[in-house]
């Protein structure tokens, strides 16, 4: 059974950073498309970046220059880093794991704050 357990989020001010981790569990990583997700207070949970099994990436417009997704299949983990943060930034950040046409798995989420 594949199980996903996200860390790194926090508090930080605006402008700093952070790097969540997302830890994988089973022997599919490698073959998954992976991604991260966020849902702000009282907004829908949005698709953050993407990074597929072949290591082809996409970003939402409004990370698009600030965040870099990665992955390490070795490590069966996936990693967002997310630089110049702002308050906009604010969510539960979930990582998502695709695979097979019908495996969709989802971490428990972590909370990263940017506020001063």
């Known amino acids: 059974q594949v199980q996903l357990v996200e860390s790194g989020g926090g508090l930080v001010q605006p402008g700093g950073s952070l790097r969540l981790s997302c830890a994988a569990s089973?022997?599919?990583?490698?073959?998954?498309?992976m991604a991260w997700h966020r849902q702000a207070p009282g907004k829908q949970r949005e698709l953050v970046a993407g990074v597929t099994s072949d290591g082809s990436m996409n970003y939402s417009d409004s990370v698009k220059g600030r965040f870099t997704i990665s992955r390490d299949n070795a490590k069966n983990a996936m990693y967002l880093q997310m630089n110049s943060l702002k308050p906009d930034d604010t969510g539960v950040y979930y990582c998502?794991?695709?695979?097979?046409?019908?495996?969709?798995?989802w971490g428990q989420g972590t909370l990263v704050t940017v506020s001063s």
């Open positions: 089973g022997n599919i990583f490698k073959l998954s498309a």
């Open positions: 998502n794991l695709m695979a097979g046409g019908y495996l969709d798995i």
